[in-house]
């Protein structure tokens, strides 16, 4: 897949809000979670098997990333209702948010290179001011670790 | 920001070892016995310790127990296992029988292998053993593990293949590594040669 090439939106930058699909009948937005921590991880696609790679092991994590009150919200260009055959399937306990109208909106809003159908793994940790203050994009085929995630939360939350 | 992701738990006593001491390369293995490529990578790495004895094993346990019902049963079996000095054997039966993973053929495992059935039940529910497995889950996710299985080859984290020729070729660089490593050092102490001014 040939992705246009982007610039993460770097540390310090405001992360820009959104309210995505993350259920039939429900949205999600990151004024929902002004109160917390966010880690917003977007991903390739539902069931690529690198993203379950990833995914997974986030999925084990979240007891961490929740005891330091941080939510974990993931996004792909998938319709809501692969996410719901994706998240049942292996048992996920986070939003899986549907960045699918218009296609990869929000991910080319973060600076996370797109195409038309799939974006660019890639993760940012946003503080209770709506403020990015980390990011990362692994290569390509590399999936992105959560203990990484974990250490951006803690200097937030122990700093 | 780090860029190469490495093991920030140093291979100590507590560890399970696999293979000669002194070798020059050690790969630590997050792994969870469920998974079919943990499992693939276990025959390959067993391949590998046949033909290429200059490497050591060391397992560490990084069970995902929201996808699989029977990983954290199976890592306390092999610490339970552990406690009676058969970590090994159990880590290749099960490995060897994945499908069968529940309680009744952790069991059955134990009795194979001759352990003392009874203990083998009590460590398997003991506090010391869920501990251990907690504590490599939790080395595992502050050194970069990104899914299983994840190895670290000299304490960097290997993205290549899981398949026997890349890491046959990743352990091979490895030794070359450590060698002129060594030998720089040798230089140093034998002509007092050092980049370092003083």
Same mark, same amino acid.
């Given at each position: 897949?040939?992705?246009?090439p ?11 809000n ?83 109208h ?13 195409t ?29 670790d ?10 937030i939350?122990?700093? | ?10 291979v ?20 969870d ?12 790495l067993?391949?590998l310790? @046949? ?8 397992y ?7 996808i ?8 306390? =079996?092999?610490?339970?296992? =552990?406690?009676? !000095?058969?970590f ?5 039966l099960l ?29 398997? @529910?003991?506090? =010391? ?14 050194? !970069? ?6 190895f ?17 070729? /990743? ?16 230089n ?7 980049? /370092?001014?003083f």
């Open positions: 897949m040939s992705l246009k982007r610039t993460l939106l770097p540390a310090g930058s405001q992360a820009p959104f309210s995505l699909r993350d259920g039939p009948d429900s949205y999600a937005s990151l004024s929902d979670y002004a109160d917390s921590v966010v880690v917003l991880l977007f991903y390739t696609a539902d069931f690529h098997p690198v993203c379950i790679r990833q995914l997974v092991v986030f999925n084990e994590a979240l007891p961490e990333f929740h005891r330091l009150g941080a939510q974990v919200l993931g996004v792909s260009q998938d319709a809501i209702w692969s996410h719901i055959a994706f998240s049942n399937h292996f048992n996920m306990h986070f939003p899986l948010l549907s960045d699918y218009p296609r990869g909106k929000v991910a080319s809003a973060y600076g996370v290179p797109v038309d159908g799939e974006s660019a793994r890639a993760a940012f940790v946003i503080d209770t001011n709506q403020r990015i203050a980390w990011n990362h994009m692994p290569p390509p085929d590399i999936a992105l959560a203990g990484s995630a974990l250490e951006a939360v803690e200097r939350v122990f700093k | 920001m780090k860029t190469v992701a490495r093991l920030v738990a140093p100590d006593s507590r560890d399970h070892i696999r293979g000669p001491k002194d070798a020059p390369v050690t790969i630590v293995e997050y792994g016995f469920e998974c079919a490529y943990s499992g693939q990578a276990h025959y390959a067993q391949r310790s @046949t033909d290429m004895p200059m490497f050591r094993l060391v560490r346990h990084f069970p995902l127990t929201q699989r019902p029977n990983a954290l049963a199976a890592a306390l =079996a092999a610490e339970a296992a =552990a406690a009676q !000095g058969a090994w054997e159990m880590h290749d490995f060897e029988h994945q499908d069968s993973l529940e309680p009744e053929s952790l069991i059955a495992y134990a009795q194979v292998l001759g352990l003392d059935v009874e203990q083998f039940i009590v460590d398997l @529910t003991s506090d =010391a053993s869920a501990a251990n497995v907690r504590e490599d889950f939790v080395s595992g996710l502050r050194s !970069g593990v990104n899914g299983t299985p994840t670290y080859i000299n304490s960097e984290r290997y993205d290549g293949s899981d398949e026997y020729d890349a890491l046959k070729a /990743a352990i091979e660089e490895a030794a070359k590594s450590r060698t002129r490593n060594v030998t720089k050092a040798k140093i102490i034998t002509r007092g040669e050092s980049g /370092a001014q």
